[in-house]
């Protein structure tokens, strides 16, 4: 059982820090140093570094499985350089690199310039009045200049290009000592790449900077609206009182927000993204030696320049415990947290190992005792190490009846047994293992390869001792561990209380008067043209073959086996699928909730979970409205006693009273906590309503007197009954086909003839007859719309346009939404507008559109975007781009591994026997805007529309939104069931 740990890491996605080999230790990797590059050895990712003659690194590691690469490149500059009197410099500098050069992005860079630098001058002067007439003048010259400006100004040409190129996940993030910049490109399309990212970084101008410091603004509102965000800032602020971890965010104050400098941008800019401050990282498939040829080609000529050396502010020692309070309209959590020394120190290398002992989601303290022990709701720990300081984070969210200060008490209670070596001696070794499975897992990824990279220049380690993290793990023994614990987690620290209530001290950034920018979305710069004109060799696309490349084998009893060999390393993950979830039985994810708090006749709840970490394996299990999962996943040296575990598990589990009532008490708490969460509340009940309306499965629920009434018998009776129901299993592993099937009749627990699955509840989409407003009232500075028009049934025909639609309207940062709603006019942070398609043939397609904006620019959010739904914009340039990138990411896309069961078993629920992505290949040459423009007619122009609304009441205005159709104010109730 894996109890969710909580990993903080705003780089990457949330993978394990260290790599495994078969076993033993490892001696320090050996550098060699050829007269190009710098490779490791064993180093699994096969890395090579380079470094240019101006400083620039370049990290290479190839990896051939999809012709595609993941591209990053990082500037060693973030947050912390920001100037004090200037916060959120870096992450302003970020969304400006998305907006062009003198080469790109402009029509007439020789007539726009003059602007630019009216521009410019007038933000000068803006930053220093203090008259709220004056300024609001002021604001209006510069609203004015902008405007003309626009003219020469074309919004969107670098999404343009990558996209024309098949890029996906185009992307680019800020956080305290790094600013970087993401694709994930075609491997034909490399050199085009390094061409327009060469001349993204030569000479970036800030155009189109006022509608881009809206977007900015609502980014911060967002951030005022999160409790999350509100809590982890206090947090920092608590740990590093001096430090510009704490005392400088992202996003910057609101003072320094409304007083921009475009001056002190460039000069930024100047300082920090030059050549020897800088790294390019690729994984995937190449010619590492073409590539770098090509690099050095591309930036060679970048000049180097010194970079102000960074001073680290020394924070005095915690002496004493700091308590802070946050308050917002979320569930209750809090943090508890300790502060040490940065990356490479013998402090971060040791809180990692009290991190994982504490825990590690399924054999730590806080996993058997808390967690699993159900004596708070959830908890976890964390890491968060940075160059110049670290921390160790633990939270918690408390439990029905418990205050925030009695989950505080629990947490420390698990310090303290750290602290006494109160944890089994085979612990310490377990967690090394553990994070090697989690290195392997990484490095499957391109995306994990980059991170890694990343990491290393950002905090100037060396290769070798980013491939030899683990190994540095291995010389501490429990009695380092224990006295390292002793000596350093005391009074020292951090709490941050996050209490429901009505935060009265949250301001917000209050929308200014702006005129819309055009966006020229029909014009192109010559260097587009050149960059979309440049000759590649062809990708062919690679369909899957079910038949050939899926091993299924049926068993006697009827039972499907499907597999797909690991060729890569000695993973398996093995799943038990069963077509059956809460739609058939409501009591079945309950039951399958109830599984892991419990034990057999053999072993207690905690031992067994403790048996399954000795030898590297874990088990989850999950139970949605349609389908139950049990999956088991580890080494497959360790499979068969895995399995044999897991099946003793299910066969042999033993009855809980106290941990039945438990659970029952924390699912009403979750209940409620869900009910103070918008993001559950509008994307989970309010579009599960807007879809069904009152008869909703999101309702379809045990009510609170059935879930009382549960017997611990009659649930593991469930459990051990499973099994024999109809059900089939998919692996991704090492194994043959004929190996699996063997250990499954030897070790798979079934009936002879299995049993038919419970019939399922039916639910009825509603029909748009007209369009209605649905309203949701919660404290918050933002308004969210969610609009939904229902359409036909599940129609593979119309795959085809509805991609090439939601590439060139509503999916992308180049596509019309996005260029009208925030690039033009302002209007929201975060927009889109999708045809969505059913993951099951008797469910239907539905237009929606999504809508997040400050409450006071709801009018015109709305009328914009149903403006757009209604009159699309025709551009036959943008039809013919998204067209090419459509195209692109098919021919380069490569299904792999345990994807491949997954890609069949979502087109078995459509009623599909082979790979729909065909289809869209053949389909989208053929394509005219005419054709686009048809569907547009026949599938979105003038729908109706369940408009789903979430905001404060008070803030809403309700007179617009009356506009589109009668208002109902639900309540909570209502779209919940409870």
């Known amino acids: 059982m894996r109890t969710k740990k909580f990993n903080l890491n705003f780089f990457a996605l949330a993978f394990a820090v260290l790599f495994i080999s078969a076993c033993g230790d490892k001696k320090t990797p050996k550098v060699e140093v050829s007269k190009a590059y710098e490779t490791v050895e064993n180093d699994p990712t096969n890395t090579r570094i380079y470094t240019l003659d101006n400083g620039l690194k370049v990290y290479l590691s190839v990896n051939n499985e999809a012709p595609r690469v993941q591209t990053s490149i990082a500037v060693r500059a973030g947050s912390k350089n920001d100037p004090a009197t200037a916060t959120g410099l870096a992450h302003y500098l970020e969304h400006m690199l998305f907006k062009g050069t003198d080469k790109y992005g402009t029509l007439d860079f020789s007539?726009?310039?003059?602007?630019?630098?009216?521009?410019?001058?007038?933000?000068?002067?803006?930053?220093?009045?203090?008259?709220?007439?004056?300024?609001?003048?002021?604001?209006?010259?510069?609203?004015?200049?902008?405007?003309?400006?626009?003219?020469?100004?074309?919004?969107?040409?670098?999404?343009?290009?990558?996209?024309?190129?098949?890029?996906?996940?185009?992307?680019?993030?800020?956080?305290?000592?790094?600013?970087?910049?993401?694709?994930?490109?075609?491997t034909n399309q490399l050199e085009k790449w390094l061409t327009v990212e060469a001349e993204r970084f030569r000479n970036?101008?800030?155009?189109?900077?006022?509608?881009?410091?809206?977007?900015?603004?609502?980014?911060?509102?967002?951030?005022?609206?999160?409790?999350?965000?509100?809590?982890?800032?206090?947090?920092?602020?608590?740990?590093?009182?001096?430090?510009?971890?704490?005392?400088?965010?992202?996003?910057?104050?609101?003072?320094?927000?409304?007083?921009?400098?475009?001056?002190?941008?460039?000069?930024?800019?100047?300082?920090?993204?030059?050549?020897?401050?800088?790294?390019?990282?690729?994984?995937?498939?190449?010619?590492?030696?073409?590539?770098?040829?090509?690099?050095?080609?591309?930036?060679?000529?970048?000049?180097?320049?010194?970079?102000?050396?960074?001073?680290?502010?020394?924070?005095?020692?915690?002496?004493?415990?700091?308590?802070?309070?946050?308050?917002?309209?979320?569930?209750?959590?809090m943090y508890l947290a300790y502060r040490?020394?940065?990356?490479?120190?013998?402090?971060?290398?040791?809180?990692?190992?009290?991190?994982?002992?504490?825990?590690?989601?399924?054999?730590?303290?806080?996993?058997?005792?808390?967690?699993?022990?159900?004596?708070?709701?959830?908890?976890?720990?964390?890491?968060?190490?940075?160059?110049?300081?670290?921390?160790?984070?633990?939270?918690?969210?408390?439990?029905?009846?418990?205050?925030?200060?009695?989950?505080?008490?629990?947490?420390?209670?698990?310090?303290?047994?750290?602290?006494?070596g109160a944890f089994p001696d085979w612990l310490p070794t377990a967690v090394i293992n553990d994070?090697?499975?989690?290195?392997?897992?990484?490095?499957?990824?391109?995306?994990?390869?980059?991170?890694?990279?990343?990491?290393?220049?950002?905090?100037?380690?060396?290769w070798a001792d980013q491939v030899n993290d683990i190994d540095v793990l291995k010389k501490y023994s429990k009695e380092d561990i224990v006295n390292f614990a002793k000596e350093n987690y005391g009074d020292n620290y951090v709490v941050v209380y996050k209490r429901t209530g009505k935060d009265e001290s949250v301001a917000e950034v209050e929308k200014p008067a702006i005129t819309p920018v055009q966006v020229n979305r029909e014009d192109a710069s010559p260097f587009l043209t050149e960059i979309t004109g440049m000759a590649f060799d062809d990708i062919q696309p690679l369909f899957l073959d079910y038949k050939a490349d899926i091993n299924e084998t049926a068993l006697e009893n009827g039972m499907i086996v499907r597999s797909i060999k690991n060729k890569t390393n000695e993973l398996f993950t093995m799943y038990y699928v069963f077509d059956m979830g809460n739609n058939n039985d409501k009591k079945m994810s309950?039951?399958?909730?109830?599984?892991?708090?419990?034990?057999?006749?053999?072993?207690?709840?905690?031992?067994?979970?403790?048996?399954?970490?000795?030898?590297?394996?874990?088990?989850?299990?999950?139970?949605?409205?349609?389908?139950?999962?049990?999956?088991?996943?580890?080494?497959?040296?360790?499979?068969?006693?895995?399995?044999?575990?897991?099946?003793?598990?299910?066969?042999?589990?033993?009855?809980?009273?106290?941990?039945?009532?438990?659970?029952?008490?924390?699912?009403?708490?979750?209940?409620?906590?869900?009910?103070?969460?918008?993001?559950?509340?509008?994307?989970?009940?309010?579009?599960s309503f807007g879809k069904y309306g009152e008869k909703s499965p999101y309702k379809?629920?045990?009510?609170?007197?059935?879930?009382?009434?549960?017997?611990?018998?009659?649930?593991?009776?469930?459990?051990?009954?499973?099994?024999?129901?109809?059900?089939?299993?998919?692996?991704?592993?090492?194994?043959?086909?004929?190996?699996?099937?063997?250990?499954?009749?030897?070790?798979?627990?079934?009936?002879?003839?299995?049993?038919?699955?419970?019939?399922?509840?039916?639910?009825?989409?509603?029909?748009?007859?007209?369009?209605?407003?649905?309203?949701?009232?919660?404290?918050?500075?933002?308004?969210?719309?969610?609009?939904?028009?229902?359409?036909?049934?599940?129609?593979?025909?119309?795959?085809?346009?509805?991609?090439?639609?939601?590439?060139?309207?509503?999916?992308g940062m180049g596509s019309i939404v996005f260029q009208e709603m925030r690039e033009s006019k302002a209007l929201?942070?975060?927009?889109?507008?999708?045809?969505?398609?059913?993951?099951?043939?008797?469910?239907?397609?539905?237009?929606?559109?999504?809508?997040?904006?400050?409450?006071d620019k709801l009018k015109e959010a709305m009328a914009g975007m149903v403006d757009l739904l209604n009159n699309m914009p025709e551009s036959e340039k943008s039809f013919e781009l998204a067209k090419k990138a459509a195209l692109e990411k098919i021919r380069t896309e490569r299904i792999t591994k345990a994807s491949i069961l997954w890609n069949y078993e979502s087109a078995l629920k459509r009623g599909l026997d082979y790979d729909i992505r065909k289809d869209v290949y053949d389909a989208v040459p053929n394509m005219t805007m005419a054709d686009l423009k048809a569907f547009h007619e026949q599938y979105i122009k003038n729908g109706n529309y369940n408009i789903m609304v979430i905001g404060k009441k008070d803030g809403l205005d309700m007179a617009a939104l009356k506009s589109y159709g009668p208002v109902q104010e639900l309540s909570l109730k209502q779209v919940f069931g409870y």
């Open 111 to 186: 007539k726009e310039e003059p602007m630019l630098i009216e521009i410019d001058s007038l933000y000068e002067v803006y930053r220093g009045l203090t008259d709220p007439a004056a300024r609001k003048a002021m604001y209006a010259r510069i609203d004015s200049v902008s405007q003309v400006a626009s003219s020469f100004a074309i919004a969107n040409e670098y999404d343009k290009m990558v996209s024309e190129m098949g890029a996906k996940g185009t992307n680019a993030y800020t956080s305290q000592e790094r600013t970087v910049y993401i694709n994930d490109i075609p």
């Open 204 to 333: 970036p101008q800030m155009r189109l900077f006022h509608t881009e410091l809206e977007a900015v603004y609502e980014e911060k509102n967002r951030s005022l609206d999160s409790d999350f965000s509100k809590a982890f800032t206090a947090l920092m602020d608590g740990l590093y009182p001096t430090h510009q971890y704490g005392q400088q965010t992202t996003i910057g104050t609101i003072e320094h927000l409304k007083n921009p400098s475009l001056t002190e941008i460039k000069k930024y800019f100047n300082t920090y993204y030059v050549p020897n401050n800088m790294a390019i990282c690729l994984a995937g498939d190449f010619d590492a030696d073409k590539v770098f040829e090509m690099i050095k080609a591309k930036f060679g000529a970048f000049e180097s320049k010194e970079v102000p050396e960074f001073t680290v502010a020394k924070e005095v020692p915690i002496t004493a415990p700091i308590i802070k309070e946050v308050v917002g309209p979320d569930a209750e959590f």
């Open 340 to 420: 040490f020394d940065g990356v490479g120190s013998k402090e971060a290398e040791l809180i990692q190992l009290c991190d994982m002992i504490l825990a590690n989601r399924t054999a730590g303290l806080i996993d058997l005792n808390l967690n699993q022990q159900q004596k708070v709701l959830g908890a976890s720990s964390f890491t968060y190490i940075l160059s110049d300081y670290s921390a160790h984070m633990l939270n918690a969210n408390p439990k029905q009846g418990q205050t925030l200060e009695e989950a505080k008490d629990l947490l420390l209670a698990q310090i303290d047994s750290l602290k006494a």
């Open 435 to 462: 994070l090697k499975l989690g290195r392997i897992r990484q490095l499957e990824y391109n995306r994990g390869r980059t991170s890694m990279m990343i990491d290393a220049f950002i905090q100037k380690r060396d």
């Open 590 to 687: 309950v039951a399958i909730e109830y599984l892991p708090f419990l034990g057999t006749s053999k072993y207690s709840p905690s031992e067994i979970q403790q048996e399954f970490y000795k030898i590297g394996c874990e088990f989850n299990v999950f139970s949605s409205d349609d389908r139950t999962y049990v999956t088991l996943s580890g080494l497959d040296e360790n499979f068969e006693a895995g399995m044999k575990l897991f099946e003793h598990l299910l066969a042999d589990a033993k009855p809980e009273e106290e941990a039945l009532k438990s659970m029952v008490s924390n699912i009403e708490k979750e209940r409620t906590d869900a009910k103070l969460n918008k993001g559950n509340i509008l994307f989970g009940a309010m579009a």
């Open 700 to 811: 379809n629920i045990l009510t609170s007197e059935e879930l009382s009434s549960l017997k611990a018998d009659d649930l593991t009776a469930m459990i051990r009954d499973l099994t024999n129901f109809e059900h089939r299993v998919l692996y991704y592993g090492p194994k043959s086909q004929e190996e699996l099937v063997e250990d499954l009749k030897a070790n798979h627990k079934m009936a002879e003839s299995m049993k038919a699955l419970p019939e399922s509840v039916k639910f009825v989409e509603q029909e748009n007859e007209k369009t209605k407003v649905y309203v949701v009232d919660y404290d918050m500075k933002q308004a969210e719309i969610y609009m939904l028009s229902k359409k036909e049934l599940y129609n593979p025909k119309t795959v085809a346009a509805a991609a090439i639609y939601n590439e060139y309207f509503g999916g």
């Open 828 to 855: 929201a942070y975060s927009v889109y507008s999708v045809y969505q398609t059913p993951g099951e043939k008797d469910k239907s397609h539905y237009a929606m559109a999504y809508i997040g904006t400050q409450a």
